[in-house]
């Protein structure tokens, strides 16, 4: 079968510990260690460090749009706006409120708060900046969670386990960046078409962005990276023949509120 005899001894021992404990043993591992062990592939893309760098100058609205729509539907985000039952549909009040997301456009100073300059440059205020969970390198969001629901994984992405997610949004206080969204009903009569490669989630959970963790693993890039027409470049930052570190070395970038000390890694060319 091809198996040698230190793969036979960690199989046979997550056998025990699964034969001895069920589910519940599940609880000694870190959590995604063993869904990362299951699931890894031989094509798989992989990296000491994941980032991504946005170029403003190739980003228009349609561009941006069409990113965020990729996303959403290759997870399963759900569109309170447009509810598959029209009894389902919210009230525009709460339809601000409730919006789940994982990438959308904003403004600049929505966007970069302290950046802003008096006499800047105009154009800034009319770019679509695509957010999205920054995957920090010190994320507060894994500090404060109580269960290790939120956690990172060795490549530097944030992960959500929404099996351990208990819905108190303390992730969501402890993110500056507004990345994470709550269900606060259930979200799958809000999905038009359902993606069958990925779970939905259940009421009273967290989401977010994953860097398209599940593409990664089959060796496809990120949904947005793939609609994006080259304005959004995605790749390892500890290499330096990486696209990533080729812009970065040629390219002036920003981030979002680095002077946290979060140290986000989705940098943005203006």
């Not at 404990?21 to 460090?49: C, N, S, V």
């Not at 997301?101 to 009319?126: C, M, T, V």
């Amino acid at each position: 079968m091809g198996i040698n005899r230190r793969e036979f001894l960690r199989l046979a021992g997550l056998s025990t510990i699964i034969g001895l404990g069920g589910k519940a043993a599940f609880d000694l591992l870190f959590p995604g260690e063993l869904e990362a062990q299951l699931l890894a592939a031989p094509g798989a893309l992989t990296a000491k460090r994941w980032a991504m760098v946005i170029d403003m100058r190739k980003l228009d609205e349609a561009t941006a749009r069409k990113c965020a729509e990729a996303c959403h539907r290759v997870h399963n985000v759900p569109n309170f706006a447009q509810p598959n039952n029209p009894q389902d549909a919210l009230s525009p009040e709460l339809l601000v409120r409730r919006e789940v997301k994982w990438i959308w456009a904003d403004h600049y100073h929505n966007a970069f708060p302290g950046l802003e300059q008096e006499h800047g440059q105009e154009r800034l205020e009319s770019l679509p900046f695509l957010v999205l969970c920054n995957h920090c390198d010190n994320p507060p969001c894994v500090r404060v969670c109580p269960t290790q629901a939120t956690f990172k994984r060795a490549d530097g992405i944030v992960m959500m386990d929404m099996h351990r997610c208990i819905g108190c949004r303390y992730c969501m206080a402890g993110c500056p960046f507004g990345a994470r969204s709550f269900n606060w009903r259930d979200p799958r009569p809000f999905i038009k078409e359902v993606n069958q490669n990925y779970p939905t989630r259940e009421i009273g959970v967290v989401e977010k962005c994953t860097f398209c963790t599940e593409r990664l693993a089959v060796g496809l890039m990120p949904a947005c990276v793939e609609a994006s027409k080259g304005a959004l470049v995605f790749g390892d930052l500890t290499n330096p023949q990486s696209k990533v570190r080729e812009q970065l070395r040629t390219q002036f970038t920003i981030r979002r509120k680095a002077y946290l000390g979060t140290n986000p890694q989705v940098y943005y060319i203006v």
